[in-house]
């Protein structure tokens, strides 16, 4: 430990007490690593503040003893967000003790949730109010609300929703000087210049910390129905995609992926069974949800599958016959990641690309990656109805997991990334940036990379705050 960063534990032990620093190695070190157990590093302490004044004096300190921060929720980022840099030069600031729910106003479709607010506890507080918070994810059970809001977050619901730019009404913020940015009112009209609760979503903790956030409700679902269908093409899923917008705004989720994938997921699951008869080359996962009563999302799903049948754009189609037979459903699909990575080793890419070039792309890049490099297999799975394809490829059998992913794995991601480029689409959908991707965004990206590197410099001159995530040291 530094002296710098010992003078601030002294500072800071009056006000954050007992169980708001923790020194003890055993118990950083599980928050030291990665989710996904690609980065590592070292911080020898973790702040862990208790309320919003706390969180004031924490960095008023930490400017004044030019400490850096690495601020943390559920540790679920999956591009080395929120992971400590390896020299112990910054400390943890943990913001899991921050985790009540201030407000819950149904009639207002709002929401005050607290920055350590894990989403599975949000969904279920509203849920109790018979509404609902309408952005879920595979972390739901550790990913909290500031990292949610610091990352700009999407998941299955992002089509009808939008990700958390879309749904977060106002932020509460401490910006690197100590002061407060009190944004929580949700006023629908605010033309006093920039919006800084908007510069402060998407910024990965970069240029303060997030405590808490205004959200928005949606009602709560009254009925729905899940169904999976069988495709010749990615191209038929937009098209059956459009059909279903065009006769309804049910619309929810509308997940696409290769048969492959689903073959995976079938191996991968104790008792798991494809949905369908037969071989298709591509299928759809489609949730159709209301809020009214007296609105029938099985029977209009029947109905213009039924017509998608006799037209040939679907094979084959079916729709869940019960919570279970649904419940089923999306557990083949949230399983594909863990279920390819059981394959091999791979690279993982988080992209996004206009949505009407999604299917060709989808189908194009495969094979540009497979012609590139010899004994890779690419592909892809995403979500159709916003752009977002998580695109892997994975390694030939048999190849050496370090050497592939010391050797092969940037050259790979380049190769993926300039595809994405040239289709006007973007390295980061919905995971961010962080360490993973800050040097190929420097690359693809650099007059954005300046602008926010003037910004970050304006709010937090001294670096000081979630070092190396976005944007490099100065």
């Given at each position: 430990?530094?002296?710098?960063?010992?003078?601030?534990?002294?500072?800071?032990?009056?006000?954050?007490?007992?169980?708001?620093?923790?020194?003890?190695?055993?118990?950083?070190?599980?928050?030291?690593?990665?989710?996904?157990?690609?980065?590592?590093?070292?911080?020898?302490?973790?702040?862990?503040?208790?309320?919003?004044?706390?969180?004031?004096?924490?960095?008023?300190?930490?400017?004044?003893?030019?400490v850096r921060l690495v601020p943390q929720g559920g540790n679920s980022s999956m591009v080395g967000g929120a992971t400590p840099p390896d020299d112990g030069s910054a400390l943890i600031l943990s913001m899991r003790r921050m985790n009540r729910i201030r407000r819950m106003d149904a009639d207002a479709g709002m929401v005050v949730a607290e920055a350590g607010v894990i989403l599975a506890d949000l969904h279920a507080a509203a849920e109790a109010e018979g509404v609902r918070f309408p952005l879920t994810l595979g972390a739901k059970g550790n990913a909290?609300?500031?990292?949610?809001?610091?990352?700009?977050?999407?998941?299955?619901?992002?089509?009808?929703?939008?990700?958390?730019?879309?749904?977060?009404?106002?932020?509460?913020?401490?910006?690197?000087?100590?002061?407060?940015?009190?944004?929580?009112?949700?006023?629908?009209?605010?033309?006093?210049?920039?919006?800084?609760?908007?510069?402060?979503?998407?910024?990965?903790?970069?240029?303060?910390?997030?405590?808490?956030?205004?959200?928005?409700?949606?009602?709560?679902?009254?009925?729905?129905?899940?169904?999976?269908?069988?495709?010749?093409?990615?191209?038929?899923?937009?098209?059956?995609?459009?059909?279903?917008?065009?006769?309804?705004?049910?619309?929810?989720?509308?997940?696409?992926?290769?048969?492959?994938?689903?073959?995976?997921?079938?191996?991968?699951?104790?008792?798991?069974?494809?949905?369908?008869?037969?071989?298709?080359?591509?299928?759809?996962?489609?949730?159709?949800?209301?809020?009214?009563?007296?609105?029938?999302?099985?029977?209009?799903?029947?109905?213009?599958?039924?017509?998608?049948?006799?037209?040939?754009?679907?094979?084959?189609?079916?729709?869940?016959?019960?919570?279970?037979?649904?419940?089923?459903?999306?557990?083949?699909?949230?399983?594909?990641?863990?279920?390819?990575?059981?394959?091999?080793?791979?690279?993982?890419?988080?992209?996004?690309?206009?949505?009407?070039?999604?299917?060709?792309?989808?189908?194009?890049?495969?094979?540009?990656?497979?012609?590139?490099?010899?004994?890779?297999?690419?592909?892809?799975?995403?979500?159709?109805?916003?752009?977002?394809?998580?695109?892997?490829?994975?390694?030939?059998?048999?190849?050496?997991?370090?050497?592939?992913?010391?050797?092969?794995?940037?050259?790979?991601?380049?190769?993926?990334?300039?595809?994405?480029?040239?289709?006007?689409?973007?390295?980061?959908?919905?995971?961010?940036?962080?360490?993973?991707?800050?040097?190929?965004?420097?690359?693809?990206?650099?007059?954005?990379?300046?602008?926010?590197?003037?910004?970050?410099?304006?709010?937090?001159?001294?670096?000081?705050?979630?070092?190396?995530?976005?944007?490099?040291?100065?």
């Amino acid at each position: 430990m530094t002296p710098a960063q010992t003078a601030l534990l002294q500072a800071l032990t009056p006000i954050l007490g007992d169980k708001g620093i923790v020194t003890d190695p055993a118990l950083i070190a599980p928050w030291e690593v990665d989710w996904r157990r690609r980065f590592s590093g070292h911080a020898p302490a973790i702040l862990a503040p208790a309320d919003t004044g706390q969180v004031q004096a924490v960095l008023r300190a930490a400017t004044e003893h030019r400490v850096r921060l690495v601020p943390q929720g559920g540790n679920s980022s999956m591009v080395g967000g929120a992971t400590p840099p390896d020299d112990g030069s910054a400390l943890i600031l943990s913001m899991r003790r921050m985790n009540r729910i201030r407000r819950m106003d149904a009639d207002a479709g709002m929401v005050v949730a607290e920055a350590g607010v894990i989403l599975a506890d949000l969904h279920a507080a509203a849920e109790a109010e018979g509404v609902r918070f309408p952005l879920t994810l595979g972390a739901k059970g550790n990913a909290t609300v500031g990292g949610l809001v610091s990352t700009n977050a999407g998941g299955t619901q992002v089509l009808r929703f939008g990700t958390m730019r879309g749904l977060t009404l106002g932020v509460e913020a401490v910006l690197p000087d100590g002061s407060l940015h009190d944004g929580l009112s949700a006023l629908k009209k605010d033309n006093r210049g920039y919006d800084l609760g908007q510069l402060l979503i998407g910024a990965e903790g970069t240029l303060g910390i997030v405590t808490a956030a205004a959200l928005r409700l949606a009602p709560g679902i009254a009925r729905s129905a899940t169904a999976w269908v069988g495709l010749s093409d990615p191209a038929a899923g937009l098209t059956l995609l459009r059909r279903l917008q065009a006769a309804t705004d049910m619309i929810e989720s509308f997940e696409i992926m290769p048969a492959e994938s689903l073959a995976a997921a079938v191996a991968h699951l104790p008792g798991a069974r494809a949905p369908l008869e037969g071989t298709h080359p591509w299928h759809v996962l489609i949730e159709a949800v209301t809020g009214d009563a007296q609105a029938d999302p099985t029977a209009m799903l029947e109905t213009q599958l039924a017509r998608a049948l006799e037209d040939g754009v679907v094979a084959d189609a079916v729709i869940a016959a019960s919570d279970s037979q649904a419940e089923a459903f999306w557990l083949l699909r949230h399983s594909l990641s863990d279920a390819e990575r059981a394959l091999g080793p791979a690279v993982q890419h988080d992209i996004a690309v206009p949505v009407d070039a999604m299917p060709r792309f989808m189908v194009e890049a495969a094979a540009a990656c497979d012609a590139r490099f010899p004994g890779t297999h690419a592909s892809g799975f995403g979500h159709l109805g916003d752009g977002n394809i998580h695109f892997h490829v994975r390694a030939a059998p048999g190849t050496d997991r370090d050497r592939f992913y010391a050797e092969d794995a940037a050259t790979i991601t380049r190769f993926v990334h300039d595809l994405v480029m040239a289709a006007g689409g973007t390295i980061s959908a919905e995971h961010g940036i962080g360490q993973m991707k800050r040097d190929e965004l420097a690359r693809l990206s650099p007059e954005r990379v300046a602008a926010i590197r003037a910004i970050k410099t304006a709010l937090d001159p001294h670096g000081l705050f979630n070092p190396g995530k976005l944007v490099a040291c100065a």
